[in-house]
């Protein structure tokens, strides 16, 4: 959730792909690990610091390093993360916990809650930044680097910032965990499912089996990747290993009641319900109810981070004066709230067209600062619930139906600028689709006509301003974006938005010019290591070189303007002609952006819709009704956004086809 948005109307209302050259490399870091010696010139020794590391704390504390390994791996995917803390206070690659340091600076970031995410025009009331109680009220999943510097003797300081002593923390942590257990501290990982339950801080016993299932599923598949700090690290797969659940677990946690949930099994998952409130002068909030899919389609899934700590988060949606949204998952182990039914229409897109359609879905964390990381937890929670709602409601796993709020369309002129920008750059899609079993791949030849924007996350680190404060660079980071240009030059001038009315920048939160994991757009010319695409009306030209790829060929269906004219409008919803609404109902504006596509351009279509519009500005439901029109739309990738097309503007060809006339 960021930025305000306001929009005038009448009516409220898998693994990673890697190619041959990576995996050589990756092989020969891993060569010491296995007996071999490295080949002459290979990469120094530092570079296998931190599975030594791995291997010495195991030793030490009587840990299996595989569990080691995979319960790190499912905190931080084996990250640093520069010592950074993350939106809970965790440090370093066990994700070691210090509130005290690092959550309060942290929460400091909360938005004020000026937006209207519910995109009407409706103002949600003000609230206060966000602070964080004191440390006795604090939970034990945000204290335990503290433990662990008791545990060990090793100085916090040193746990927050030193990859080795974190990993001695972590194993001192299981190791405590097993005890507490009564069970030995065996050398075999099927006996450690209870410390791994303990070790995730959970306060209620279905998030911490959930947790401890997820560290197995990682033992089993095993793992291998060069982490941000370029350190080699891999844990063999163990297909057939099975967890020993009989013992006991952790004792004195809470039962959360799934009643009233729509997650899958695999996840954990409890009702904290958004209040669907009368209030005065006719106003109510904060969602509305409807009787989806059966009155209209759910087409969307809408990805956000909260821009605040998970305490405050949830206090927020429980208040009927603010905005609402879906779910919330959180960051330290993947716990998912659900607060709005998914057959009622929650007000978190900023756009009223795109909330009657969707499904919004929250995560802990913040975009500016992308250390205050998303955990490899809450990203496998957020897929395994994905992959749930994209089943049950029949929507397409591709990057037009899973959106980033920074995806969603400015519904009006006047609304674009105030568009949010989250989850922002550092979001990783391409993992995220892996996890959703759906990997982005290349589907054409080299003359298929369309791209699929597909960098490497971790070596692409496009230089982003703003993120501590305005102008000033960003420290470097993967990144799932991809930068535009006006020429083939690095030199050349950024891409302009017109929407947006100002000069583009570099800034975390500027939109104008940037291409996103997953999204194709159609080729309109390459040039050596350059190629460019359709864009915003415009030719945009990113590096996509030979050796390392930035976008990948695909091919699909492409929108351009009927022969004969010049341009044509586009919209950022998908409204009924004025001849569809019935009596009582407020025809609403079909109002184009200030964008268009000239003739001889052609974008890639993600879906075809009739008009709809959901007449909602009642408390009481009776006078609800969902207008559907006979004018059809097609969804396109115009820009960083999603927009529409009235079809009688455009010729349908298939990409191909159209590259090659």
Request: charged share 20%.
């Amino acid at each position: 959730m960021r930025g305000t948005v306001t929009e005038p109307a009448p009516a409220r209302g898998g693994r990673r792909v890697r190619s041959a050259a990576a995996a050589v490399g990756f092989a020969a870091l891993l060569l010491p690990l296995l007996g071999a010696a490295p080949p002459p010139g290979g990469p120094p020794s530092s570079a296998l610091l931190l599975q030594r590391s791995f291997a010495s704390a195991a030793a030490e504390y009587h840990v299996p390093q595989s569990v080691l390994l995979a319960v790190s791996y499912l905190q931080s995917r084996w990250d640093t993360h520069g010592g950074a803390p993350s939106v809970t206070g965790g440090y370093g690659p066990m994700h070691l916990t210090d509130a005290r340091t690092a959550l309060a600076a942290t929460t400091e970031h909360f938005a004020d809650g000026t937006e209207d995410a519910r995109g009407d025009g409706a103002r949600p009331a003000l609230h206060p930044h966000v602070r964080v109680p004191a440390d006795s009220a604090l939970p034990a999943r945000l204290r335990t680097l503290v433990r662990a510097a008791g545990l060990t003797g090793i100085p916090a300081a040193r746990l927050r910032t030193d990859p080795a002593a974190n990993v001695a923390g972590g194993a001192a942590l299981l190791a405590s965990a097993q005890r507490s257990l009564h069970r030995p501290l065996s050398a075999d990982p099927a006996d450690w499912y209870g410390a791994i339950a303990r070790f995730s801080g959970a306060d209620d016993s279905a998030t911490a089996a959930a947790y401890a299932n997820d560290v197995f599923d990682v033992l089993r598949t095993g793992e291998k990747r060069v982490t941000d700090q370029g350190q080699a690290v891999a844990l063999a797969a163990r297909p057939g290993l099975r967890a020993d659940t009989a013992r006991p677990g952790p004792t004195g946690l809470r039962t959360v009641s799934r009643d009233g949930t729509e997650c899958p099994a695999t996840v954990s998952c409890e009702w904290i319900p958004a209040p669907y409130a009368e209030f005065g002068d006719d106003d109510y909030g904060n969602h509305d109810l409807g009787d989806r899919p059966a009155s209209q389609g759910i087409k969307y899934i809408v990805i956000h981070d909260t821009e605040g700590a998970w305490d405050g988060t949830i206090n927020l949606v429980q208040d009927p004066t603010y905005v609402s949204w879906n779910y919330t998952i959180r960051s330290t182990d993947g716990l998912i709230a659900q607060h709005v039914k998914a057959k009622d229409v929650a007000w978190h897109a900023g756009n009223w067209y795109i909330n009657a359609k969707s499904i919004g879905i929250e995560h802990e964390g913040f975009l500016a600062a992308p250390d205050a990381w998303y955990t490899e937890a809450m990203y496998r929670s957020s897929a395994r619930l994905v992959k749930y709602l994209t089943d049950r409601y029949d929507i397409p796993l591709d990057r037009q139906h899973i959106l980033g709020h920074e995806n969603v369309p400015g519904p009006t002129t006047s609304t674009i600028p105030g568009m949010h920008t989250d989850p922002g750059p550092y979001w990783d899609w391409r993992h995220y689709f892996e996890l959703l079993d759906h990997p982005f791949k290349r589907t054409a030849g080299r003359k298929g006509g369309l791209v699929t924007i597909l960098p490497d996350y971790a070596a692409n680190q496009p230089a982003y301003t703003g993120c501590v404060s305005s102008g000033q660079p960003c420290a470097a980071h993967g990144s799932s974006e991809v930068r535009l240009y006006s020429d083939h030059d690095e030199n050349s001038a950024l891409i302009k938005d017109i929407g947006f009315g100002r000069t583009p920048t570099t800034d975390v939160n500027d939109l104008s010019s940037r291409v996103s994991t997953g999204q194709q757009y159609a080729v309109a010319d390459t040039w050596g290591d350059w190629t460019a695409i359709w864009y915003l009306g415009q030719k945009a030209w990113f590096r996509n070189p030979a050796g390392a790829r930035t976008a990948v060929s695909a091919t699909g269906l492409v929108a351009t303007p009927k022969a004969g004219l010049t341009d044509i409008p586009v919209y950022g919803r998908a409204y009924p002609e004025a001849a569809a609404y019935p009596s009582g109902v407020p025809a609403q504006a079909v109002s184009p952006l200030p964008y268009t596509i000239p003739a001889g351009q052609a974008y890639v279509i993600g879906d075809v819709l009739r008009g709809e519009y959901y007449y909602a500005v009642t408390f009481d439901t009776a006078s609800h009704k969902v207008v559907v029109g006979k004018d059809l739309y097609y969804e396109i990738q115009y820009g960083h956004r999603v927009e529409f097309v009235r079809a009688a503007d455009v010729t349908v060809a298939p990409a191909s086809r159209w590259a090659r006339r």
